[in-house]
């Protein structure tokens, strides 16, 4: 749903002329609000669209797609090499763009996120007192080594050259890893996805909970826009900020007491159906000729990947 122009704006009754004399005020909590849940339910409904696009990865058995994921997520996880791992990343985004996959959405869906939060767990081990190593660049010297009871610190802190490359090897990993599960989302659709995870016999109450979790999300999302948007609209951008933050604290409340309400309603409703916990499509899944063949061209490359990174 597309908000109306005059929504986002900072309405705030002044003339034109006002405008230009006194300073823009920032955006508050409702134009904020307002501007992420557009852009979660906007992304969300093009990842559906684009997983029912023309493309090669779309025209895949969701089965076969799950089995070479996971044939891969080893495959990548095991190796060692950068250069491997970055050969393989290249071909992942070479079939990402013959799905219809925008690339710069992606890269900036991967990168922006995984450095900042693999790279904070990682930072440590890069200094030579959590991982002996030779020195690539010395911070600082002290006069003698520290030792606290059982910890025994050298007098040097230096940043180590085996400590950057396991760094730059697990964060690559966790990248790679993070693309590979977006691709194979982004080109399947929802439901055939959880249906391909009960081929594999996952757990029926794992299902289950992943399909309500994503279906019912948006529910709430859509619930949560109504309210923003009606309160905008009496709001004309007059309120303060303190205001503004109680309107949040109290929508979060009324929202969790909505959706107590909405699940035992739905529960009600499918246990009168009859659900079951299963998961049923119309879509039915048959093997064709080039899923047998990808799939074994996967699990192929999966094995040469991890012997030429044991040669290497």
């Known amino acids: 749903m597309d908000l109306p122009l005059w929504l986002l704006e900072n309405s705030s009754g002044l003339s ?55 044939s891969l997520l080893l495959a990548l996880n095991l190796i060692s090499h950068l250069g491997l791992l970055w050969g393989s990343y290249l ?8 799905s219809g996959i925008h690339l710069g959405s992606l890269l900036k869906k991967v990168w922006l996120v995984v450095p900042l939060f693999s790279g904070i767990m990682v930072l440590p081990s890069v200094f030579n007192w959590v991982r002996p190593g030779e020195p690539l660049f010395t911070l600082f010297t002290m006069n003698q080594p520290w030792s606290i009871g059982f910890l025994h610190l050298p007098a040097t802190l230096a940043i180590t050259k085996q400590g950057v490359n396991g760094a730059v090897l697990l964060v690559s990993r966790v990248g790679i890893s993070v693309t590979l599960t977006l691709i194979m989302t982004l080109t399947t659709r929802w439901t055939d996805l959880l ?54 604290a109290s929508a979060m409340v009324a929202l969790f007491a909505r959706s107590l309400q909405m699940s035992e309603e739905v529960y009600a409703a499918m246990t009168a159906r009859g659900y079951s916990g299963e998961v049923y499509t119309m879509n039915r899944f048959r093997m064709r000729l080039h899923d047998w063949f990808f799939a074994s061209f996967v699990i192929l490359c999966s094995f040469i990947l991890y012997v030429a990174d044991k040669i290497l």
């Open 16 to 70: 034109e002329t006002s405008h230009k004399s006194k300073p823009r005020r920032k955006r508050g909590f409702i134009q904020k609000t307002l501007s992420d849940i557009v852009h979660v339910l906007r992304d969300s409904f093009f990842s559906e669209e684009l997983a029912v696009r023309p493309g090669f990865l779309q025209s895949l058995d969701p089965r076969i797609k799950i089995l070479a994921l996971v």
């Open 195 to 248: 249906k391909a995870l009960r081929f594999f016999f996952v757990p029926r109450i794992f299902v289950t909970t992943l399909e309500m979790t994503y279906r019912y999300i948006f529910v709430l999302i859509t619930i949560l826009e109504e309210m923003f948007l009606a309160r905008k609209a009496r709001d004309a951008g007059r309120s303060s900020t303190s205001e503004q933050r109680g309107f949040v």
């Open 91 to 98: 071909i992942l985004l070479a079939l990402a763009a013959g």
